[in-house]
Structures are given as structure tokens and as C-alpha cells.
């Protein structure tokens, strides 16, 4: 258990905002917030929704990539980071979407979307990848790659 408390500790305080110091005080019992995530999309990555899907990635021209991500989920801030550089990188190359799985459930069970971040890379609207949470240097293998296709 000694192992534990601190890995737990570390990232039970990654994930969750302090209680006010008013509330630690009062020894009222504490109620534990989670921290407020952002809903601006990364710069260079639109957000589309299940209505869309088909038209903006399944008959788009070229390279595409969707991520599919949730709000709570910390490390889809992360690969949402990267694929904003990305997206300055390749611009008017690839075509970056982000969709919200929270939001689109009925799209990520048809695409059996069970860990997040997932990522798909489609090349003229066929599927050709797909990765869970990888650095950027496994996903513009992946970008390059099916430019050079």
C-alpha cells in the first residue's frame, strides 16, 4: 500500500482541483471538484459531429485525420497539443477533425472507439489506420506515409 498512496495521491491531484480553503476549514466533509476542461478545439483541428462524419472525412479528398476524444479525458489534451502543431505543419496537406465521443456516441460504437484518444488516418475516405495515444513522431509516420501513397 506504501507504493500506492503516492501514485494515487500524484495523480488523483492531476485530475482534480483543491477544495477552498473556506471548505478544509469548516470540517464540513469535502467534496472533491474535477478540474474544468476546455472546450476550444486545438488550433488548425475543426470539430465535426456524427452528422458530418460522412461528409468532411468518409468522401473527403486526401489525407485525413480524426481524433476521437471526450473532455475528461487528460491525455486527449495531450495528442490535441500535437496535433494542433501538426495541423500548422500540414496545412493545406491534410485535413485535421476532432470528434467528441460523449457527444457522438452512437458514431464511436460504430467504430468501436473503446480507448481514448483513438486516432484514424483516412486516405480518400478509406480507413487506413488506426492508434490510440502515440507521440508525434508515430503519427507523422503515419501522416507521411499516406502522402506519399
Known amino acids: 500500500m506504501r507504493y ?16 477552498p480553503a473556506s471548505a478544509q476549514e469548516s470540517g464540513q466533509p469535502l467534496l472533491i471538484t474535477p478540474v474544468a476542461q476546455s472546450t476550444a478545439g486545438a488550433p488548425g483541428v475543426s470539430y465535426i459531429d456524427q452528422d458530418r462524419y460522412a461528409e468532411e472525412v468518409l468522401e473527403a479528398r ?4 480524426v481524433t476521437f476524444t471526450a473532455e475528461w479525458c487528460r491525455p486527449c ?3 490535441r497539443q500535437t496535433l494542433s502543431k501538426l495541423a500548422a505543419e500540414y496545412q493545406g496537406r491534410v485535413t485535421f477533425r476532432e470528434l467528441n465521443v460523449d457527444d457522438n456516441a452512437e458514431l464511436a460504437l460504430n467504430y468501436n472507439i473503446r480507448n481514448l484518444p483513438a486516432i484514424r488516418f483516412y486516405k480518400d475516405g478509406s480507413s487506413q489506420v488506426y492508434l490510440g495515444q502515440q507521440p508525434e513522431a508515430v503519427i507523422r509516420e503515419q501522416i507521411d506515409k499516406l502522402l506519399r501513397q
Do not use: E
Request: positive net charge.
Open 77 to 79: 489534451q495531450n495528442v
Open 62 to 65: 486526401g489525407v485525413v485525420v
Open 4 to 19: 500506492w498512496k503516492p501514485l494515487l495521491a500524484a495523480f488523483a491531484g492531476s485530475l482534480l482541483a483543491p477544495a
